[in-house]
């Protein structure tokens, strides 16, 4: 595990609004893409009762995490909140967060899309927009956003090198444990 990675960040046509200039002048400019899609996430925004939510998914895995009731934040880096909503969900689905972002030297803004992984963004902004509708009145509180974020990862769905249906939380352990993000460390799952 010595190799620098690099993290791709794709985005909506409608969430690229969101996102800030400051993220696009400080991403790293890649040439070639990404090549370890285990390091590359989708993004795309949904609205429920005029609020702003973020959703974002592993390209690989499909583990997702989602950022309640959004505001562009002009003296923060699009990149520091979306590491920081990304660790609260690791830590909280048994994941140290630091083993993963380890690796991770650069960070830049994909422009090459998977139809899986957004159609997967779009059956968990569906997914989350009735949950969110039902329990608004609850989701303020950081508690119900980790109950909501391992909820998305609990929920089974197809992979394409796989058969049946699996959590994207199972399948993103099974990536750490490939790539021996696990080995000889302290872990919970």
């Known amino acids: 595990m010595s190799k620098a990675n690099t ?22 400019q890649v040439n070639e893409p990404i090549a370890d899609e285990f390091y ?42 979306f590491s920081t909503y990304l660790s609260h969900s690791l830590r909280h689905n048994g994941f140290n967060p630091d083993i993963y972002f380890e690796n991770i030297e650069f960070y830049t803004h994909n422009s090459q899309t998977s139809r899986s992984a957004m159609s997967h963004l779009s059956q968990l902004k569906d997914l989350c927009a009735e949950v969110i509708a039902v329990e608004d009145y609850i989701l303020y509180k ?30 993103f352990k099974e990536e750490c444990v490939n790539r021996g993000m696990l080995a000889d460390r302290e872990r919970s799952f």
């Open 7 to 28: 993290l791709g960040l794709y985005f909506s046509k409608k969430l690229n609004p969101f996102i800030g200039k400051e993220f696009f002048n400080l991403a790293s």
């Open 142 to 171: 950081k508690e119900e956003l980790e109950y909501l974020n391992h909820y998305v990862n609990s929920w089974i769905t197809s992979y394409k090198d796989r058969k049946g249906y699996h959590e994207p939380n199972q399948v």
């Open 40 to 81: 590359l996430w989708y993004g795309d925004v949904f609205d429920v009762n005029r609020k702003k939510y973020l959703i974002f998914s592993n390209g690989l895995t499909k583990f997702s995490f989602v950022v309640l009731d959004y505001r562009v934040d002009k003296k923060t880096n699009f990149y520091n909140t």
